[in-house]
């Protein structure tokens, strides 16, 4: 019932922005952290950015002062602000959800979002 839908990609000149958004529906109680992650052609999944419950944040030292992730708890919701973008950034970009718990059980499970394309190209 929990699912992860994310928004925002598309294609961008290098040296512009674009924000990536991702919601949690369905019956959840809590998510401990949420994260961006990219996937580029013939190349592993790679950590963009994560963001606890509480705030921490870590990014990837390609994507830092460049990037910021957000979340709005109240709204299971995740952010990415992208600036700058290079053409080195091209991937598609997913949302994850560590620790999502469903309003009813005890237990923790983590959760992937359909990704969505962003393309730097002039």
């Known amino acids: 019932q929990v699912q992860l839908v994310e928004s925002g990609g598309g294609l961008v000149q290098p040296g512009g922005s674009l924000r990536l958004s991702c919601a949690a529906s369905?019956?959840?109680?809590?998510?401990?952290?949420m994260g961006w992650y990219r996937q580029a052609p013939g190349k592993e999944r790679e950590l963009v950015a994560r963001i606890t419950r509480g705030g921490s944040t870590n990014y990837a030292d390609s994507v830092k002062g460049r990037f910021t992730i957000s979340r709005v708890n109240a709204k299971n919701a995740v952010y990415l602000q992208m600036n700058n973008l290079k053409p080195e950034d091209t991937a598609v970009y997913y949302c994850k959800a560590e620790g999502v718990r469903d309003t009813g059980t005890w237990w923790g499970s983590d959760y992937w979002g359909q990704g969505t394309q962003v393309t730097v190209s002039a």
């Open positions: 369905g019956s959840i109680f809590s998510i401990d952290a």
